[in-house]
Every structure is written in structure tokens, then in C-alpha cells.
């Protein structure tokens, strides 16, 4: 098992339209875009021919958010993606059409000892100017804001070692079948004013295919100093065999020293901060990461 600070949401996936007529457009989207999700459902619920396949007008912007490139659902007849991606499909699972599958977390607070804690906000205080924004072009900017650390070595294997501690334990109360673990990814995120991470799940790429839990530790200064920023976790339902997501959603508070654990298909988003100061130390502070299954 390892750490391994990763930057492959930040990757764009390309993606060529394939659409009536011979047009063929070429857009460049993250891994995690609900646009890219709704392409990639709209060309299922083709094949599998789903009376309910809602239609849609989708936009999308192109040369640099300079034009939109519309055009209905129906006239979408295949995809190209680069690298290649699949909607994540169910096994051995035969809900009713429309049943709502009650997505499920597990929170435990006081995850660090006072004194840990405490060297962690030094830390962090001390090592601001490393920290570098989670968004690398002006499209990025809508859906996702926040900074982000990528190397902290200390921090990271305290956290690691301790969630790999507890595992079997959050496995079996999220009520999962155990499965061989081959690593455990983090990094530290902070989310000031402003910032938020629109709806999204952690596993939807090729890349990050094998992530099986999110996890997110909370942290902030004493008194806190920012609003907002809960995580909201959806609920799920089945369309087609394919997981998608439904408009229940279960409400996390980011609770300082408190880690949240939850399945990475879970569709979720993270809701403005309001942090008045505006002060890097009054932010929102995650050690966050995904645990992966070996690769079968
Ligand atoms: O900060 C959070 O509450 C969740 C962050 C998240 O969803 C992610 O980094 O993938
Ligand atoms: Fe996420």
C-alpha cells in the first residue's frame, strides 16, 4: 500500500461528438462533468432503446468558452472518448425502475488526538504559499474552486495509517463486501470564500476506475470562521443497469476533526463557503482521498 498525491482530476478527457448528419465536434470536459455523465446516459439510453430517455437540449462551450455548441439529444449518435470511459454499471442488482437506493456515510468525530491536530493547522498555516488552485482554466472555474496541496509526507501517512486502521470497521458498517485494497490516495484541500466543488463522483474515469471510498477529514481553526461548505451526498437510482443520481441527498457537516467516509460512485458536491475574513487560515481545511481495490 501507498500514498500517492494525485493531480488526475485535473486532467480534461477528450471527447468528440458524433452527431446527425456527419458533424463531429471535439470538446474537452474533466472526467467528472455532469455534461460528460449526461452524454455518456443519453448514448445508454439509445442503445438500450428506455422509453423514459429524457430529452435534452445540451450546451456546450467551445473555443475556449468563445462559442456554445447546441443541440438536442436525439442527435447525438455516438462518442470518442480519450482516454477511453464507461459509465460505471451495476452487478447483480435488478431494482424497480425508479427505486431509490438510500445512499449511506459514515462520520467520526475526534479522528485526531488534540495534539495532532494542532501541529496539522501549524503545518498547513506554515506551508500556505505550496498550496496551488484545483482549477486550471477559466471553465474550470464554474464547477470547481479551491486550492490544494499535494505533497505533505508527515501528514499523509498519519492519516493513511489510521484509516487504514479502521477499514474492515467502515466497510462493514457501509455495509460493503470486503475487497483487497491496493492503495490509499490523499491530498489537503482548502476551500475559502466562495469556493465549492459542483456535483461530481470520484470514480467516473478510466484513471480513478478502481476507487471504491471517499474519504474527507475535516479541519479548521477554533472559533471557526466560515459558513457554508457542507457536503451533500446524493442518493442513487438505477436506470438501464447504470447507477445515476436521484434528488434526495443526504446533508454532511464539515464537522472539524471529523472524517467522513462514503462509496466514490456516490454522486456529491460541496456547497459554497462563506468566509467573510477571507483569510487562508479561517478556511475550510480536508485531508482528502479515495481507498482503491487492486485491479482484477
Ligand atoms: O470537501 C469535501 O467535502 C468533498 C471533496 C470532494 O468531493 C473531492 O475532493 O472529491
Ligand atoms: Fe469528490
Not at 491530498?187 to 467516473?204: A, E, P, R, V
Not at 466514490?264 to 478556511?283: G, Q, T
Request: negative net charge; hydrophobic residues 35%; aromatic residues 12%.
Amino acid at each position: 500500500m501507498s500514498t500517492n498525491s494525485q493531480q488526475i482530476e485535473n486532467k480534461k478527457v477528450k471527447v468528440q461528438l458524433l452527431l446527425a448528419g456527419g458533424h463531429q465536434y471535439t470538446v474537452y470536459l474533466n472526467p467528472d462533468d455532469p455534461v460528460l455523465h449526461s452524454l455518456l446516459t443519453t448514448i445508454v439510453a439509445r442503445a438500450y432503446k428506455q422509453e423514459s430517455a429524457s430529452h435534452c437540449l445540451f450546451q456546450i462551450p467551445i473555443y475556449e468558452g468563445h462559442s456554445a455548441l447546441s443541440f438536442a439529444s436525439e442527435n447525438l449518435v455516438g462518442l470518442v472518448t480519450e482516454p477511453p470511459l464507461w459509465i460505471q454499471q451495476t452487478e447483480n442488482i435488478q431494482p424497480v425502475a425508479n427505486d431509490i437506493l438510500n445512499s449511506s456515510y459514515v462520520q467520526i468525530d475526534n479522528f485526531l488526538s488534540p495534539n495532532e491536530h494542532e501541529r496539522l493547522i501549524k503545518y498547513v498555516l506554515a506551508n500556505k504559499s505550496n498550496f496551488v488552485s484545483t482549477s486550471t482554466s477559466t471553465n474550470d472555474q464554474n464547477y470547481r474552486r479551491s486550492m490544494v496541496l499535494y505533497s505533505f509526507p508527515d501528514f499523509a501517512e498519519l492519516i493513511v495509517n489510521k484509516i487504514q486502521n479502521i477499514m474492515p470497521d467502515i466497510i462493514s458498517k457501509l455495509g460493503m463486501s470486503p475487497f483487497p485494497i491496493s492503495q490509499i490516495e490523499s491530498q489537503l484541500t482548502s476551500h475559502n470564500d466562495g469556493n465549492f466543488y459542483k456535483i461530481h463522483n470520484d470514480n467516473g474515469s478510466s484513471d480513478t476506475a478502481t476507487r471504491e471510498l471517499t474519504y474527507v477529514y475535516y479541519f479548521n481553526r477554533e472559533p471557526k470562521r466560515f459558513s457554508g461548505g457542507e457536503l451533500l451526498i446524493y442518493d442513487s437510482k438505477v436506470e438501464n443497469n447504470f447507477y445515476v443520481k436521484a434528488e434526495s441527498f443526504k446533508t454532511v457537516e464539515p464537522r472539524n476533526n471529523s472524517v467522513v467516509f462514503f462509496l466514490s460512485r456516490y454522486m456529491h458536491e460541496v456547497l459554497p463557503v462563506n468566509c467573510p475574513s477571507k483569510a487562508f487560515a479561517d478556511s475550510r481545511f480536508t485531508i482528502n482521498g479515495w481507498v482503491r481495490r487492486e485491479a482484477s
